[in-house]
Each structure stands twice: as C-alpha cells, then as structure tokens.
C-alpha cells in the first residue's frame, strides 16, 4: 500500500499558489519523494521529485522538511488546466510507482 | 519531446478472448512496466520488466497474463481469456537507464470486456 497520506480534496483560484500536502513519516532514508498528476483519465504525468533538499523546475517547487517526514507541493500560479489529482509517491531506486488516491486539485476561475 | 505510444487507444472484446495491448517505449529506456485503472479507483501496478525478464510483479498479474519485448523497440502485454473484471485502462511506463528518476506514461488503453 501508498507509504504517504494526503488529504482528499482541496481548490484554488485561478492565477493563485496551490500548495498540495503530503505526509510520509514512515520514509526511509534511501526512498525519494516523487509527485505526479493524472488529467482526467490520461496517463500519470511527473512533475518533481526529490531527497531531502528542495527542488524546483518549470512545473512546481517541492518543499521537503528537514525530517522529510512531510513534503509540499507548489503551483506557483495555478491555471484551470491544472485541475488534476496529484499523487505524493515515495520510491527507492528502480522501484515500482504505488498510486495511492491522491488529492484532487480543483482550480476555480 | 519524446514519449511513450501504446496502441489501441481502446478494445472491446468479448469474455474469453485474448488480447495483446502494445507499448512502444521511449528508445534508450531500459526499464518497462505496465500498470491498470480500474473505472474510479487507483492506478494499479502490474508488472515491471527490465533486462528481457520480469523483476517484479503484483497479485493481479496471475497466469493470465504475460508481458513480452519481442524486437526491442514493443513492449506487449497480453491477456490470455479475458474475464469482465479485466476491463480498464491499462498504462505503459518507462524509465530511463538508471532505473532512476522519473517514469514516464503513454496514454493508455481502454479495454472493455463483454
């Protein structure tokens, strides 16, 4: 079963900042904390992942805590197309992906 | 950008037959999987291939199922007797040559049992 927790649900507006919780407090020193996103029933897409420091590129910002037991995601400037569920994944290296529910994000106009 | 196709987007067959759903990964990718998504419910792994044999597999990739790479660019998996609860979309994903970092998914395909 998924080794994190996320709440179920959550919306923002549109142009504002999605931060998207995710709790791992049973991480292990050598799993990663990966973030994906699934449009509707399209393939899961990747968005970042990281250790322990935090990450950015051009979709989002992860924000890891220095015990890495929770992360954040960030949408800095969220758009309708990012109406989505995301999934927080926590991965060792060459390691299958296990989905939990994840959160569904609705972006409001 | 490179990605991963799978073909046919959608299938319907009847209960009983078999059915090959195929994946052509992305070309330098070493590391193979297949995945299903139940109407409403999680994306469930199925199986991880890597280095021309199977590395890992779930409960629900019983003896049904088999999953082949047979000219190194297709990566199959096929259903032997299809039954109603198989109905899904089944995703394909690759990695990349270090087994690390990010997957990457194809589109899926919609199979529906009768």
């Known amino acids: 079963d998924a080794k994190t927790t996320q709440p179920p649900s959550m919306d923002c507006a549109e142009g504002r900042a999605a931060n998207l919780p995710c709790n791992h407090s049973?991480?292990?020193?050598?799993?990663?904390v990966y973030w994906y996103r699934q449009i509707h029933s399209q393939g899961p897409q990747y968005i970042i992942h990281g250790l322990k420091n935090n990450e950015t590129n051009e979709m989002a910002s992860l924000i890891i805590t220095e015990d890495r037991k929770s992360s954040t995601l960030i949408l800095p400037h969220a758009t309708l197309r990012d109406t989505a569920v995301y999934y927080c994944i926590v991965r060792v290296h060459q390691s299958k992906l296990t989905f939990g529910k994840g959160i569904t994000l609705s972006v409001r106009p | 950008e490179p990605e991963v196709t799978q073909t046919p987007s959608h299938q319907v067959t009847q209960m009983g037959q078999e059915v090959i759903l195929r994946c052509v990964p992305i070309s330098n990718h070493l590391y193979f999987y297949w995945y299903r998504q139940i109407l409403g419910q999680k994306v469930e792994f199925l199986v991880s291939f890597y280095n021309n044999e199977i590395s890992e597999k779930s409960e629900i990739f019983d003896d049904q199922f088999s999953v082949e790479r047979p000219d190194g660019s297709n990566f199959t998996l096929k259903i032997r007797s299809t039954k109603l609860e198989d109905s899904a979309m089944y995703f394909c994903?690759?990695?990349?040559?270090?087994?690390?970092?990010?997957?990457?998914f194809g589109e899926g395909s919609r199979l529906t049992v009768l």
């Open positions: 994903a690759s990695g990349g040559t270090s087994g690390f970092g990010e997957l990457f």
């Open positions: 049973t991480i292990s020193g050598n799993e990663y």
